[in-house]
């Protein structure tokens, strides 16, 4: 186990609403990212966050929006769901920005969009 | 732009055999390399990553792998396959100096175990 911890575990939504994904980073770790991973995909990034800034952002629209809190934790929310964002939402935690930094990922949340 | 490229989506050994588990990547500047596991409704395990040091680069459960720069490769390999071997395996890439530590995934590929 990596320390890193996501709720809830599964969740099932209706198009057009508003979702808030959490995750609780491993202790000394003050850096969160945050990915997409559809059925059969590789992980897509999303953006992270670093000492409650984004610190980068992958290729997704304004609705997939975050927060980092001053205790490390994050959230991600999603804003008008679409049929398209059912997919495993993976949080990882890291010691820093770096790229260098190892990245340990949490369980994920399984999100379903009907 | 940066991709990783996973030859065969699914992979399968006899128990006992050699894994190999084909990764290349692209990039324009020096990258950095790392191997993750997934196992069924789990998150990643890293395997073993490469930041520019030794280019053969040992991982956990016996697992190792080789930068090749003239080849854009990184590929994984275990000598002798155990069941609990069985799981999906993701090469991921990110580039030097990129802030936001963002990594780029590969395609996946599914390594199945027969006894």
């Known amino acids: 186990e990596t320390g890193v911890t996501q709720s809830p575990t599964h969740l099932i939504k209706t198009r057009g609403q508003q979702v808030t994904l959490r995750c609780s980073s491993q202790?000394?770790?003050?850096?969160v990212s945050w990915y997409q991973q559809a059925l059969g995909q590789g992980p897509q990034f999303i953006f992270q966050?670093?000492?409650?800034?984004?610190?980068g952002r992958g290729n997704f629209p304004p609705r997939f929006s975050g927060l980092q809190f001053p205790n490390y934790s994050s959230e991600l929310n999603v804003n008008a769901l679409e049929l398209d964002d059912s997919a495993l939402y993976l949080c990882a935690s890291s010691q820093g920005q770096a790229s260098t930094d190892t990245q340990y990922f949490g369980p994920g949340t399984r999100l379903t969009v009907l | 732009a940066q991709s990783v490229t996973q030859l065969g989506s699914h992979v399968s050994v006899s128990e006992g055999a050699l894994v190999l588990l084909r990764c290349n990547y692209s990039s324009s500047v020096p990258p950095y390399l790392f191997w993750y596991v997934q196992y069924p409704n789990q998150g990643l395990q890293l395997l073993l990553k490469?930041?520019?040091?030794?280019?053969l680069v040992k991982g956990i459960n016996g697992f190792e792998a080789e930068f090749k720069k003239s080849e854009t490769s990184f590929h994984l390999t275990k000598p002798s396959a155990h069941m609990s071997d069985a799981a999906e395996y993701f090469c991921a890439v990110s580039e030097a100096g990129n802030q936001g530590g963002k990594l780029i995934f590969g395609q996946g590929t599914e390594l199945s175990v027969k006894p």
């Open positions: 966050y670093y000492r409650e800034e984004e610190n």
């Open positions: 490469y930041t520019s040091a030794a280019t």
């Open positions: 202790s000394g770790h003050n850096t």
